[in-house]
């Protein structure tokens, strides 16, 4: 499943196709939705963002689209002379001009005044999302040592939308790799260097994995790595090869039933 910078990358890209632009048609496949669909025409786009890995589109009368793509759901953006080249089934078209955005294969998808988004019961159990909500480190700081998150093990606690919205597995292992800690660590049990490390890393590897388009490896790691598939990453499916900082063979595990690579000595238990 596409992680939170992949998430945004998209809604950047759904942005720059639509906003600014009124709707001409929109059309949906889902019958609760399919009723409203004319009450959207003559909208403006004003805005498309993520929180975590939901797309919303925020219209200029206050409503707001939802979508999440889960497992399958793609957006593709095209013009209105050319349909998109795809087997996948058609969820969600907004037309504006010439330009189209169509949602193919998501189940999740709804229509919301922005004012009741805090209601919504995907996003009501997600945490602030590191590129959206503008987090700082001092706030992740402050989470982790919240009473919710404090005891927890990073390797599962990573992994919980509560925390912070859109980190996924291989921002997991990129994270604690590069803060030089074990997924068996507690926030309560660090000290406040290696918490402020830990929420610096989770803030940095984000945005540049945003930036760059997946890629959280540094640029001299990638460049000594010339193997096919193996310099997006420092330790993400690096299985026995070297690690980076010390040269021992990066380990898989499986920790909270997802696969997590470590190096056994720079990361110890």
């Not at 632009?21 to 669909?37: H, I, K, T, V, Y």
């Not at 993520?50 to 219209?59: D, E, H, Q, V, Y």
Request: charged share 30%.
């Amino acid at each position: 499943m596409p992680e939170g910078p992949e998430i945004r990358r998209a809604a950047d890209a759904l942005h720059d196709h639509l906003a600014g632009r009124r709707l001409d048609d929109a059309w949906f496949a889902f019958p609760e939705l399919a009723g409203q669909s004319g009450s959207l025409i003559g909208r403006e786009v004003r805005a498309v963002d993520s929180w975590g890995k939901a797309l919303l589109t925020r219209f200029d009368d206050g409503r707001v689209l939802y979508s999440h793509n889960q497992l399958y759901g793609v957006w593709k953006l095209h013009d209105a002379e050319r349909e998109p080249d795809t087997r996948r089934s058609l969820r969600v078209r907004l037309t504006a001009g010439d330009r189209m955005a169509s949602l193919y294969s998501a189940s999740d998808v709804s229509l919301w005044e922005a004012g009741r988004l805090h209601e919504h019961p995907f996003l009501s159990r997600l945490g602030p999302d590191l590129l959206t909500h503008e987090v700082t480190v001092d706030t992740l700081v402050e989470r982790l040592m919240d009473p919710r998150w404090r005891g927890r093990r990073l390797g599962g606690l990573l992994l919980d939308q509560s925390l912070v919205a859109g980190l996924g597995n291989y921002l997991r292992s990129e994270i604690l790799f590069f803060a030089a800690l074990s997924h068996r660590a507690r926030p309560v049990n660090l000290s406040d260097d290696e918490r402020r490390e830990l929420a610096g890393q989770m803030l940095a590897l984000t945005r540049r994995s945003y930036e760059t388009g997946g890629v959280t490896n540094r640029d001299d790691w990638a460049a000594a790595d010339r193997r096919e598939g193996r310099r997006r990453f420092a330790a993400f499916e690096r299985e026995g090869l070297p690690c980076h900082r010390c040269g021992r063979p990066i380990e898989k595990l499986s920790v909270a039933s997802r696969r997590l690579y470590r190096c056994p000595s720079c990361q110890p238990d």
